[in-house]
Protein backbone atom coordinates (compact mmCIF):
# COMPACT_ATOMS: atom_id res chain seq x y z
CA UNK A 1 0.00 0.00 0.00
CA UNK A 2 3.22 2.49 0.81
CA UNK A 3 3.97 2.15 -3.36
CA UNK A 4 0.64 2.68 -3.77
CA UNK A 5 0.01 5.67 -2.60
CA UNK A 6 3.24 6.78 -3.33
CA UNK A 7 3.01 6.23 -6.89
CA UNK A 8 -0.03 8.59 -7.12
CA UNK A 9 -0.69 10.68 -4.17
CA UNK A 10 0.53 13.80 -6.22
CA UNK A 11 -2.22 13.32 -8.49
CA UNK A 12 -4.51 12.64 -5.67
CA UNK A 13 -3.35 16.41 -4.14
CA UNK A 14 -3.66 17.96 -7.27
CA UNK A 15 -7.24 17.06 -7.70
CA UNK A 16 -8.43 17.66 -3.70
CA UNK A 17 -6.29 20.92 -3.18
CA UNK A 18 -9.00 23.16 -4.48
CA UNK A 19 -6.88 25.52 -5.27
CA UNK A 20 -5.11 26.23 -1.62
CA UNK A 21 -1.25 27.00 -1.33
CA UNK A 22 0.53 24.31 0.54
CA UNK A 23 0.76 25.53 4.12
CA UNK A 24 1.86 24.29 7.58
CA UNK A 25 -1.57 22.31 7.92
CA UNK A 26 -1.11 21.00 4.87
CA UNK A 27 2.43 19.65 5.66
CA UNK A 28 1.07 17.97 8.66
CA UNK A 29 -1.76 15.91 6.37
CA UNK A 30 0.91 14.96 3.59
CA UNK A 31 3.33 13.40 6.03
CA UNK A 32 0.65 11.39 8.16
CA UNK A 33 -0.59 10.18 4.59
CA UNK A 34 2.14 9.44 3.06
CA UNK A 35 3.74 7.20 5.70
CA UNK A 36 0.62 5.34 5.44
CA UNK A 37 -0.63 6.23 8.98
CA UNK A 38 -3.53 7.90 7.73
CA UNK A 39 -5.66 7.29 4.67
CA UNK A 40 -7.20 10.67 4.23
CA UNK A 41 -7.96 13.68 6.11
CA UNK A 42 -9.86 17.31 4.99
CA UNK A 43 -8.86 20.29 6.72
CA UNK A 44 -10.95 23.76 6.64
CA UNK A 45 -9.96 26.77 8.19
CA UNK A 46 -12.66 29.80 8.07
CA UNK A 47 -11.22 33.28 9.41
CA UNK A 48 -14.31 36.11 10.63
CA UNK A 49 -15.00 37.29 6.76
CA UNK A 50 -15.53 33.40 5.85
CA UNK A 51 -12.58 33.18 3.78
CA UNK A 52 -11.34 29.27 3.19
CA UNK A 53 -8.08 27.47 3.62
CA UNK A 54 -8.94 23.97 2.31
CA UNK A 55 -6.70 21.00 2.74
CA UNK A 56 -7.64 17.32 1.47
CA UNK A 57 -4.81 14.83 1.61
CA UNK A 58 -4.94 11.46 0.90
CA UNK A 59 -8.24 8.75 -0.12
CA UNK A 60 -11.62 8.51 0.53
CA UNK A 61 -11.44 5.01 -0.73
CA UNK A 62 -7.32 3.82 -1.00
CA UNK A 63 -8.19 0.53 -3.04
CA UNK A 64 -10.28 2.38 -5.73
CA UNK A 65 -8.04 5.21 -5.57
CA UNK A 66 -11.19 7.80 -4.84
CA UNK A 67 -9.55 11.24 -3.53
CA UNK A 68 -10.69 12.36 -0.57
CA UNK A 69 -12.34 16.05 -0.56
CA UNK A 70 -14.84 18.27 0.94
CA UNK A 71 -17.95 16.32 -0.94
CA UNK A 72 -17.22 13.12 -0.04
CA UNK A 73 -19.76 12.06 2.68
CA UNK A 74 -18.93 11.31 5.93
CA UNK A 75 -20.81 9.38 8.91
CA UNK A 76 -20.23 12.27 11.71
CA UNK A 77 -21.79 10.67 14.40
CA UNK A 78 -21.72 12.91 17.45
CA UNK A 79 -21.75 16.12 15.68
CA UNK A 80 -25.35 15.50 15.21
CA UNK A 81 -25.55 16.88 18.69
CA UNK A 82 -24.68 20.16 18.20
CA UNK A 83 -26.85 20.19 14.62
CA UNK A 84 -29.81 19.07 16.49
CA UNK A 85 -29.28 21.57 19.33
CA UNK A 86 -29.35 24.12 16.57
CA UNK A 87 -32.67 23.09 15.93
CA UNK A 88 -33.82 23.37 19.91
CA UNK A 89 -32.59 26.94 19.72
CA UNK A 90 -34.83 27.57 16.62
CA UNK A 91 -37.89 26.07 18.06
CA UNK A 92 -36.83 28.32 21.35
CA UNK A 93 -36.62 31.25 19.20
CA UNK A 94 -40.50 30.01 17.66
CA UNK A 95 -42.06 30.26 21.08
CA UNK A 96 -42.59 26.99 21.24
CA UNK A 97 -40.07 25.36 23.49
CA UNK A 98 -38.24 26.19 26.93
CA UNK A 99 -34.93 24.80 27.49
CA UNK A 100 -36.82 24.49 31.28
CA UNK A 101 -40.00 23.42 30.51
CA UNK A 102 -40.89 19.84 31.62
CA UNK A 103 -40.05 16.89 29.54
CA UNK A 104 -43.72 15.76 30.15
CA UNK A 105 -45.01 18.51 29.06
CA UNK A 106 -44.75 17.21 25.52
CA UNK A 107 -44.22 13.35 26.30
CA UNK A 108 -45.82 12.34 29.31
CA UNK A 109 -44.68 9.25 30.17
CA UNK A 110 -41.73 11.42 31.40
CA UNK A 111 -43.92 12.51 34.84
CA UNK A 112 -43.86 8.47 35.99
CA UNK A 113 -39.86 8.14 35.88
CA UNK A 114 -38.85 7.28 38.98
CA UNK A 115 -35.65 6.79 40.54
CA UNK A 116 -33.82 2.99 41.05
CA UNK A 117 -35.51 2.94 44.52
CA UNK A 118 -38.87 3.72 43.43
CA UNK A 119 -38.97 7.31 44.90
CA UNK A 120 -40.36 10.57 42.95
CA UNK A 121 -36.93 12.55 41.79
CA UNK A 122 -36.96 15.66 43.58
CA UNK A 123 -38.18 17.18 40.40
CA UNK A 124 -38.92 16.04 36.94
CA UNK A 125 -36.83 16.40 34.11
CA UNK A 126 -36.08 19.38 31.87
CA UNK A 127 -35.24 20.11 28.11
CA UNK A 128 -32.02 21.54 29.50
CA UNK A 129 -31.01 18.27 31.84
CA UNK A 130 -31.70 16.17 28.36
CA UNK A 131 -29.86 18.61 26.25
CA UNK A 132 -26.88 18.71 28.33
CA UNK A 133 -26.70 15.26 29.86
CA UNK A 134 -27.73 15.89 33.36
CA UNK A 135 -30.94 13.76 32.88
CA UNK A 136 -29.50 11.77 36.11
CA UNK A 137 -30.16 8.62 33.48
CA UNK A 138 -27.36 5.99 32.65
CA UNK A 139 -28.85 3.91 30.03
CA UNK A 140 -27.87 4.38 26.70
CA UNK A 141 -28.89 1.92 23.82
CA UNK A 142 -25.69 0.24 21.89
CA UNK A 143 -24.25 2.89 19.01
CA UNK A 144 -26.52 5.08 17.34
CA UNK A 145 -30.16 4.36 17.95
CA UNK A 146 -31.59 4.63 13.80
CA UNK A 147 -33.48 1.85 13.50
CA UNK A 148 -35.95 3.03 16.37
CA UNK A 149 -38.95 5.17 15.33
CA UNK A 150 -38.28 8.62 17.37
CA UNK A 151 -40.66 8.49 19.69
CA UNK A 152 -40.66 5.04 20.09
CA UNK A 153 -36.87 5.73 21.51
CA UNK A 154 -37.93 8.48 23.53
CA UNK A 155 -40.43 5.99 25.42
CA UNK A 156 -38.06 3.22 25.97
CA UNK A 157 -35.55 6.15 27.47
CA UNK A 158 -38.29 7.00 30.23
CA UNK A 159 -39.07 3.42 30.82
CA UNK A 160 -35.67 3.01 32.65
CA UNK A 161 -35.10 4.58 36.20
CA UNK A 162 -32.96 7.66 37.27
CA UNK A 163 -29.73 6.53 38.43
CA UNK A 164 -29.04 10.01 39.96
CA UNK A 165 -30.98 13.41 40.82
CA UNK A 166 -32.12 15.67 37.83
CA UNK A 167 -29.69 18.53 37.02
CA UNK A 168 -26.69 17.01 39.70
CA UNK A 169 -24.44 15.02 37.79
CA UNK A 170 -23.39 14.73 33.84
CA UNK A 171 -23.06 11.71 32.40
CA UNK A 172 -22.48 11.57 27.99
CA UNK A 173 -24.99 9.67 26.11
CA UNK A 174 -26.70 9.81 23.21
CA UNK A 175 -30.54 8.37 23.34
CA UNK A 176 -31.60 11.44 25.81
CA UNK A 177 -31.39 13.63 22.55
CA UNK A 178 -34.10 11.53 20.63
CA UNK A 179 -36.27 12.07 23.82
CA UNK A 180 -35.59 16.22 23.44
CA UNK A 181 -36.17 15.92 19.60
CA UNK A 182 -38.90 13.78 20.34
CA UNK A 183 -40.23 16.72 22.35
CA UNK A 184 -39.91 19.61 19.53
CA UNK A 185 -41.72 17.30 17.11
CA UNK A 186 -44.91 17.25 19.30
CA UNK A 187 -44.05 21.52 20.05
CA UNK A 188 -43.82 22.50 16.36
CA UNK A 189 -46.15 19.90 15.04
CA UNK A 190 -43.63 18.69 12.65
CA UNK A 191 -41.27 15.53 12.20
CA UNK A 192 -38.15 16.61 13.50
CA UNK A 193 -35.78 15.59 10.33
CA UNK A 194 -38.13 17.95 8.44
CA UNK A 195 -37.84 20.79 10.66
CA UNK A 196 -34.31 20.60 11.48
CA UNK A 197 -33.99 20.87 7.18
CA UNK A 198 -36.67 23.65 7.18
CA UNK A 199 -34.53 25.82 10.23
CA UNK A 200 -31.20 24.96 9.83
CA UNK A 201 -29.92 23.10 6.78
CA UNK A 202 -31.69 24.32 4.03
CA UNK A 203 -31.32 28.62 5.30
CA UNK A 204 -27.76 27.18 5.12
CA UNK A 205 -27.30 25.59 1.85
CA UNK A 206 -26.44 22.09 3.52
CA UNK A 207 -27.88 19.54 0.84
CA UNK A 208 -25.62 16.65 1.71
CA UNK A 209 -26.52 16.92 5.56
CA UNK A 210 -29.02 14.08 5.80
CA UNK A 211 -30.18 11.08 8.30
CA UNK A 212 -30.97 9.44 5.11
CA UNK A 213 -28.12 9.22 2.40
CA UNK A 214 -29.89 8.95 -1.29
CA UNK A 215 -28.29 6.98 -4.03
CA UNK A 216 -25.63 10.04 -4.78
CA UNK A 217 -24.78 10.22 -1.50
CA UNK A 218 -24.09 6.56 -1.34
CA UNK A 219 -21.65 6.52 -3.71
CA UNK A 220 -19.93 9.64 -2.58
CA UNK A 221 -19.32 7.69 1.28
CA UNK A 222 -15.78 7.56 2.41
CA UNK A 223 -14.22 3.96 3.34
CA UNK A 224 -13.23 3.95 6.96
CA UNK A 225 -9.90 2.47 7.71
CA UNK A 226 -8.09 1.88 11.18
CA UNK A 227 -5.02 4.03 12.09
CA UNK A 228 -4.30 1.34 14.64
CA UNK A 229 -0.76 0.74 13.63
CA UNK A 230 0.55 -0.53 10.26
CA UNK A 231 -0.56 -1.70 7.81
CA UNK A 232 -3.68 0.25 6.93
CA UNK A 233 -6.52 -1.45 6.44
CA UNK A 234 -10.11 -1.58 6.60
CA UNK A 235 -11.81 -0.47 9.60
CA UNK A 236 -13.78 -3.11 11.16
CA UNK A 237 -16.00 -2.26 14.79
CA UNK A 238 -19.34 -1.67 14.74
CA UNK A 239 -19.35 2.26 14.21
CA UNK A 240 -17.61 1.28 10.41
CA UNK A 241 -21.29 -0.35 10.19
CA UNK A 242 -22.94 2.99 9.44
CA UNK A 243 -21.47 3.39 6.64
CA UNK A 244 -22.81 -0.18 5.22
CA UNK A 245 -25.42 0.41 2.61
CA UNK A 246 -28.30 -0.57 2.03
CA UNK A 247 -29.50 -1.10 5.56
CA UNK A 248 -31.58 -4.19 7.24
CA UNK A 249 -33.88 -2.19 8.52
CA UNK A 250 -35.59 1.79 7.43
CA UNK A 251 -33.53 4.58 8.52
CA UNK A 252 -34.95 6.30 11.72
CA UNK A 253 -33.69 9.88 12.73
CA UNK A 254 -31.17 9.57 15.31
CA UNK A 255 -30.63 13.18 16.92
CA UNK A 256 -27.64 12.48 18.83
CA UNK A 257 -25.16 10.88 16.45
CA UNK A 258 -26.91 9.36 12.99
CA UNK A 259 -26.56 12.62 10.45
CA UNK A 260 -24.03 12.38 7.40
CA UNK A 261 -22.91 15.22 5.83
CA UNK A 262 -19.93 16.41 3.75
CA UNK A 263 -16.91 19.25 5.05
CA UNK A 264 -18.62 21.67 2.38
CA UNK A 265 -21.87 21.06 4.28
CA UNK A 266 -20.17 21.41 7.99
CA UNK A 267 -17.91 24.38 7.44
CA UNK A 268 -21.30 26.48 6.50
CA UNK A 269 -22.55 25.29 10.00
CA UNK A 270 -19.21 26.10 11.77
CA UNK A 271 -19.51 29.35 10.02
CA UNK A 272 -23.29 30.37 11.40
CA UNK A 273 -22.05 29.16 15.12
CA UNK A 274 -18.65 31.17 14.80
CA UNK A 275 -21.28 34.12 14.20
CA UNK A 276 -23.59 33.87 16.84
CA UNK A 277 -26.61 32.05 14.66
CA UNK A 278 -25.74 34.01 11.05
CA UNK A 279 -24.09 33.25 7.97
CA UNK A 280 -23.30 35.75 5.35
CA UNK A 281 -26.90 37.52 6.25
CA UNK A 282 -29.01 34.68 6.22
CA UNK A 283 -29.75 34.28 10.41
CA UNK A 284 -30.85 30.93 11.46
CA UNK A 285 -30.82 31.44 15.72
CA UNK A 286 -31.56 35.08 16.59
CA UNK A 287 -28.62 36.83 19.00
CA UNK A 288 -30.43 36.83 22.20
CA UNK A 289 -31.04 32.92 21.99
CA UNK A 290 -27.81 32.44 21.18
CA UNK A 291 -25.97 33.87 23.20
CA UNK A 292 -28.63 32.83 26.39
CA UNK A 293 -27.60 29.08 25.52
CA UNK A 294 -24.11 29.53 25.41
CA UNK A 295 -23.57 31.69 28.34
CA UNK A 296 -24.52 28.94 30.75
CA UNK A 297 -21.02 26.62 29.55
CA UNK A 298 -20.98 24.91 33.13
CA UNK A 299 -22.57 21.55 34.49
CA UNK A 300 -22.20 19.10 37.18
CA UNK A 301 -20.13 16.47 37.08
CA UNK A 302 -19.30 13.10 38.29
CA UNK A 303 -17.40 13.89 41.89
CA UNK A 304 -17.37 17.57 41.52
CA UNK A 305 -15.63 17.68 38.46
CA UNK A 306 -17.18 20.53 36.10
CA UNK A 307 -18.02 19.45 32.54
CA UNK A 308 -17.93 22.45 30.11
CA UNK A 309 -21.10 21.49 27.76
CA UNK A 310 -24.32 23.03 26.33
CA UNK A 311 -27.41 22.06 24.17
CA UNK A 312 -25.24 19.89 22.44
CA UNK A 313 -22.03 21.31 22.42
CA UNK A 314 -18.42 20.91 24.25
CA UNK A 315 -16.58 24.09 25.02
CA UNK A 316 -13.25 23.91 24.73
CA UNK A 317 -11.65 27.40 26.04
CA UNK A 318 -12.66 30.03 23.24
CA UNK A 319 -13.95 27.30 21.18
CA UNK A 320 -16.96 25.18 20.88
CA UNK A 321 -18.45 22.30 18.89
CA UNK A 322 -18.13 18.49 19.09
CA UNK A 323 -16.40 15.55 17.50
CA UNK A 324 -18.00 12.49 16.25
CA UNK A 325 -17.73 8.89 16.93
CA UNK A 326 -15.17 8.01 13.81
CA UNK A 327 -13.08 11.13 14.73
CA UNK A 328 -14.81 14.13 12.28
CA UNK A 329 -14.70 17.34 14.37
CA UNK A 330 -16.15 20.93 14.05
CA UNK A 331 -15.53 24.00 16.48
CA UNK A 332 -16.56 27.51 16.03
CA UNK A 333 -15.01 30.34 18.02
CA UNK A 334 -16.99 32.85 19.57
CA UNK A 335 -14.99 35.86 20.14
CA UNK A 336 -12.67 35.49 17.02
CA UNK A 337 -15.55 34.36 14.52
CA UNK A 338 -13.35 31.39 13.42
CA UNK A 339 -13.75 28.07 12.78
CA UNK A 340 -11.96 24.95 11.54
CA UNK A 341 -12.86 21.28 10.63
CA UNK A 342 -11.32 18.04 10.70
CA UNK A 343 -12.89 14.99 8.61
CA UNK A 344 -11.40 11.43 8.64
CA UNK A 345 -13.08 8.45 9.06
CA UNK A 346 -10.91 5.72 11.26
CA UNK A 347 -12.34 3.24 14.00
CA UNK A 348 -13.92 5.14 17.37
CA UNK A 349 -10.91 3.41 19.59
CA UNK A 350 -8.66 5.28 17.32
CA UNK A 351 -4.73 4.27 17.53
CA UNK A 352 -1.89 6.93 18.75
CA UNK A 353 -1.22 8.14 15.13
CA UNK A 354 -4.86 9.31 14.71
CA UNK A 355 -4.28 11.14 18.45
CA UNK A 356 -0.62 12.77 17.39
CA UNK A 357 -2.19 13.69 13.72
CA UNK A 358 -4.92 15.19 15.78
CA UNK A 359 -2.47 17.12 18.06
CA UNK A 360 -0.34 18.49 15.00
CA UNK A 361 -3.18 19.24 13.14
CA UNK A 362 -4.76 21.71 15.81
CA UNK A 363 -0.94 23.05 16.54
CA UNK A 364 -0.60 24.17 13.07
CA UNK A 365 -4.24 25.83 13.10
CA UNK A 366 -3.70 27.77 16.07
CA UNK A 367 -0.51 29.32 14.24
CA UNK A 368 -2.14 29.49 11.01
CA UNK A 369 -5.40 31.46 12.83
CA UNK A 370 -3.24 33.26 15.32
CA UNK A 371 -5.50 31.59 18.32
CA UNK A 372 -3.43 30.42 21.89
CA UNK A 373 -2.73 26.46 22.33
CA UNK A 374 -5.94 24.59 22.11
CA UNK A 375 -7.61 22.97 24.78
CA UNK A 376 -7.91 19.07 24.53
CA UNK A 377 -9.64 17.27 27.46
CA UNK A 378 -13.10 16.57 26.77
Not at 242 to 255: H, N, S, T, Y
Request: proline share 5%.
Amino acid sequence: MRALCATIFAAAMAATSHGTTHNAVRRTLDDYVLSNRIAGVVSILSDADYNLTVDCSGWANVERQVPISTNTVFAIFSMTKTITGAAVMCAIDDGKVSLDDKVSKYLPEYAYIRMEDGCKPKRELTLRDLLSHTDGMRWEHPLVNNSIPLREAARLYASHPMKFQPGETFAYGTMRFSAAAACIEVAVGERFEDYLKRKVLDPLGMRDTTFTPNADQIARLVTAYTSDGLPLRKASDACSRQLEFPKEKPICPAPGGGLFSTPADVIRFSQMLAHHGERMGVRVISRKTFDEVFSVVQVPGELGKKNPYTVGSWIYGDWFGHEGAMRTDQRANLKTGQSRLFFIQTENKAGSDFFALKHAWHEACDKMQGTPPTKFGN
